[in-house]
């Protein structure tokens, strides 16, 4: 078993004391051996480390030449080992030894403390073991000191390095995920005062005159709070600023020194209970923008070259955030202007928007009537509506008389004056303006009796050919009608023009329809009449004309040999049956246009009755020496209809057709179905009708000017008589021409008029 002094000496030299030596360990007691004064004085005289003996209560009888040289203390016979420790390191190793010394068996302490020295503090690390005499006893501690001040140191600064490494890496974290530069700063300097075990860290920005304001601030809660404080140096700009923007620090270790008691700055520092400061520049595109500044409070401080680097670390972080900041900032505002450009281009939009749909509205509504009173009524109603007034109103203009007659009201709170009529020349400032084509806008002075306060806008309705009338709107006083109500009313009052102008010429045609209906009856009367009146007369000539053939073949005066008695009687006979025909026509219209006449409807088979009808034709078409074709389907089912009426219209057609068509020319009947109707096609080639005589051909007395080269002549009804037979049927009948061929197309229903 090994003695006390070969156990401590191998402690000590076997390896150097590392971080686990540092800790309070505890072992089990060696064998009890007595110390003799022989190996004291070896130790004395030899060991590298100190050496000191207690009593079992702990008070020292013995320290060796080595732990008086790392300690600095010269302790008497009987002290107490514990009170030569540090007071800030003496409470916690007293509990370490009480809890050590009260364990059973005994066991071996180890902890390290300081010893302060005039100048310096002193690390050192202690192992103390038990000794015992030969009947087991505890007679007392004997302990090793070895001087780890220079380890304690290296684990210092590489604490602090990684603590600052630490500190800038959660700053860049944080300027990083944050934007906020209020919450980088905040975070900045409660990480730093935690880290410098200081009492106060602030961010001091400046103004433009040098004076500031302090940011942000983290300090203890003995400490008075300077945070929000505005502080002006009238020293400070002559003194600091120029080192400042070069980047000069400032490290104070007690400001009652290192300032002149009289200095304004040593004053200021003092009423915030400064002792000590550390102040870093912060710049920013070289410019300073701030500081960042640790102040020590509860006494003076020597600041160490460690804490200088890492404030300007952070400082040249919280530049970089300040800067990164700034431009989220800017981002900020141009998003906050470009979202404030959208807004208002929507509304300006919606505006339009809605603008362009009462502006619509109102014209769709305007210019479908054709009534005065209902246009005004509209533009009143919606214009009173859209612009949110009192009162709005329209007045048409008689220029003659020089008045002004309010056709149509439409108001909410306003005294209605509908109906009265002004007189232009009582207000010549305000209807010349609007005579001449200007709108205006104006506030009472004076209260009016029937409207009190308001603010009126006029505006004229006018046209190409002058003024008609003019709108007016009434509003609360202190309203000025902005440009877009303005362009409204002015839209809406030339819709009303163009409408009012519309309605005028509606109503001055309408009078000119009337007058010309009233026109055609009279001569469809005359034509009634004068056929009426004429029928008889006819009747009776006819009559004569056949009494007198009967005479003249009696007397042989119609022989080919009788002179030119035989051509004046053919004359007289063919335009008797001429003008016999044309009475019959304007009757027939006359009766058809009355609709006075029932229908006689009876199915036909137009494969039998057709050629009787087109039969009697034959020996004119052979002695023209035109062609005839007549094409009728053999499946065709019988068609109802009124059969004098169906003849009729094939017989008009037919004879057209060969009136118009030359020699060698063909004609053709074909008749087909098609779905619910029975279709008649009469075509001849010859002469084409144009384009714009193919509607006309259907009209009374209209005749195709220098169309007739055989010069055949006629009345112009028998295409009118027989558009208005087909449609007393419920038929159609049109007209193509080309390519030399023209055809009339009539299409009836096949089961009457009904179907």
């Not at 700009?237 to 200095?263: L, M």
């Not at 520092?269 to 595109?285: C, H, T």
């Not at 056709?407 to 909410?412: A, D, G, N």
């Not at 017989?651 to 029975?678: D, F, W």
Request: proline share 3%; net charge negative.
């Amino acid at each position: 078993m090994p003695t006390i002094i070969e156990l401590n000496v191998q402690i000590l030299n076997d390896r150097e004391p590392n971080p686990t030596d540092l800790e309070p360990r505890v072992t089990h007691a060696a064998t009890p051996l007595k110390p003799n004064e022989e190996w004291l004085s070896l130790l004395d005289h030899a060991s590298p480390v100190g050496i000191f003996r207690t009593t079992g209560e702990g008070q020292i009888t013995y320290v060796n030449q080595r732990w008086c040289e790392i300690t600095g203390v010269t302790v008497a016979h009987g002290s107490d080992w514990l009170q030569t420790i540090h007071p800030d390191d003496r409470e916690r190793v007293t509990t370490e030894w009480q809890q050590a010394t009260q364990s059973v068996p005994l066991e071996c302490f180890q902890s390290r403390y300081r010893f302060q020295r005039s100048n310096s503090t002193v690390w050192v690390f202690v192992q103390v073991v038990a000794n015992y005499d030969s009947d087991g006893t505890l007679s007392g501690y004997v302990g090793t000191t070895t001087d780890i001040t220079q380890r304690q140191q290296a684990e210092e600064t590489l604490w602090q390095q990684t603590e600052r490494e630490r500190l800038v890496a959660a700053i860049v974290q944080e300027i990083r995920r944050h934007l906020d530069l209020s919450h980088v700063l905040k975070t900045t300097v409660t990480e730093v005062r935690r880290l410098l075990q200081t009492d106060r860290v602030l961010f001091f920005r400046f103004e433009s005159d040098w004076s500031g304001i302090v940011l942000v601030e983290s300090v203890g809660t003995d400490w008075k709070s300077i945070q929000g404080e505005n502080i002006v140096d009238p020293c400070f700009a002559e003194s600091y600023v120029c080192k400042y923007r070069d980047g000069h620090t400032r490290a104070v270790s007690n400001i009652r020194t290192e300032y002149h008691q009289s200095s304004c700055y040593a004053e200021m520092l003092a009423s915030f209970q400064v002792n000590a400061e550390l102040v870093v520049p912060i710049l920013q595109n070289d410019e300073l923008w701030g500081l960042l500044i640790a102040h020590h409070c509860s006494e003076p401080r020597h600041w160490q070259t460690w804490e200088t680097d890492l404030l300007k670390q952070l400082a040249a972080q919280v530049s970089i955030a300040i800067q990164q900041s700034e431009l989220y900032q800017e981002v900020q505002r141009l998003n906050a202007e470009l979202e404030q450009q959208v807004q208002t281009r929507t509304a300006q939009l919606q505006l339009a928007f809605n603008f362009e749909a009462t502006l619509k509205r109102i014209a769709d509504r305007v210019r479908d009537s054709l009534d005065e009173d209902q246009i005004l009524q509209t533009a009143v109603r919606e214009l009173a509506g859209a612009i949110k007034v009192r009162s709005c109103n329209a007045a048409l203009y008689d220029l003659t008389q020089r008045t002004s007659t309010v056709r149509y009201e439409y108001t909410t709170s306003v005294a209605p004056i509908q109906g009265r009529i002004v007189q232009m020349d009582n207000f010549k400032e305000g209807y010349g303006q609007l005579l001449q084509g200007q709108y205006f806008q104006f506030c009472s002075l004076l209260p009016n009796s029937e409207r009190g306060r308001s603010a009126m806008f006029a505006c004229p309705i006018l046209d190409d050919q002058g003024v008609l009338g003019d709108l007016w709107l009434v509003s609360n006083n202190e309203r000025i009608f902005a440009e877009q109500d303005i362009r409204l009313v002015q839209q809406v009052a030339n819709q009303c023009a163009i409408a009012l102008r519309q309605a005028r010429l509606y109503q001055a045609s309408q009078a000119q329809v009337e007058a010309l209906e009233k026109l055609n009856r009279l001569k469809d009367d005359f034509l009634s009449t004068v056929s009426h009146e004429l029928r008889t007369p006819m009747a009776n000539i006819k009559m004569a004309a056949q009494m007198l053939e009967i005479v003249l073949r009696r007397d042989k005066l119609l022989d080919a040999d009788a002179g030119s008695l035989p051509r004046y009687f053919q004359i007289l006979n063919s335009e008797c049956q001429r003008e016999i025909k044309l009475i019959n026509d304007l009757l027939d219209l006359s009766r058809l246009e009355m609709a006075t006449e029932p229908l006689f409807l009876t199915a036909l088979s137009l494969q039998s009755w057709l050629p009787n009808i087109v039969k009697p034709f034959s020996e004119r078409i052979n002695s023209q020496q035109q062609h005839l074709e007549v094409v009728i389907p053999t499946t065709l089912a019988p068609l109802t209809t009124d059969q004098s009426y169906l003849e009729r219209i094939i017989t008009e057609l037919l004879s057209n057709a060969c009136k118009y068509t030359p020699a060698h020319g063909q004609i053709a009947i074909v008749v087909a179905v098609e779905s619910t109707n029975v279709r008649f096609e009469i075509s001849n080639t010859g002469i084409e009708i144009a384009a714009s005589d193919r509607d006309r051909v259907f009209e009374k007395f209209y005749r195709i000017p220098n169309n007739d080269p055989w010069k055949h002549g006629g009345t112009g009804l028998g295409l009118a008589l027989t558009k208005k037979l087909v449609e007393t049927l419920g038929g159609s009948i049109r007209v193509t021409s080309k390519a030399g061929l023209t055809t009339f197309i009539v299409e009836l229903p096949t089961n009457g008029i009904g179907s």
